[in-house]
């Protein structure tokens, strides 16, 4: 069964960090490309950040580049989410997602598998 699974949520003050993993089951997730999203509340879903399927390239929303980054472990199927410099603007559920291709994927639509959401809280 393809599941993804997110940790590494939680509450932290402002200036603070996390570090969210995401944990794929199955081998076909190492050729694939991933992402994050995240959802504040009342707010619509929205993209993070995204890595291709070997790691070498990367893209971020502007309202976190330079402060988060994202990696991904090929051999362990995971793929991470470094949140440095947190603003209570972050606060949100974040979502990791996987979508076959090689390439970036930034839409919602390109992600056919999707984890359960990890929350993270930053306070003022």
């Known amino acids: 069964q393809v599941q993804l699974v997110e940790s590494g949520g939680g509450l932290v003050q402002a200036g603070g960090s996390l570090r969210l993993s995401c944990a794929a089951s199955?081998?076909?997730?190492?050729?694939?490309?991933r992402g994050w999203f995240r959802q504040a509340p009342g707010k619509e879903r929205e993209f993070v950040a995204a890595?291709?399927?070997?790691?070498?390239?990367?893209y971020y929303a502007d309202s976190v580049k330079g402060r988060f980054t994202i990696s991904r472990a090929t051999a362990k199927n995971t793929v991470y989410l470094q949140m440095d410099s947190l603003k209570p603007e972050d606060t949100a559920v974040y979502y990791c997602?996987?979508?076959?291709?090689?390439?970036?994927?930034?839409?919602?639509?390109?992600?056919?598998?999707w984890g359960q959401g990890t929350q993270v809280t930053v306070s003022s």
């Open positions: 997602a996987a979508g076959a291709g090689t390439s970036l994927l930034l839409l919602e639509h390109e992600y056919a598998y």
């Open positions: 199955g081998p076909i997730f190492n050729s694939y490309a």
């Open positions: 890595i291709d399927w070997n790691g070498m390239n990367t």
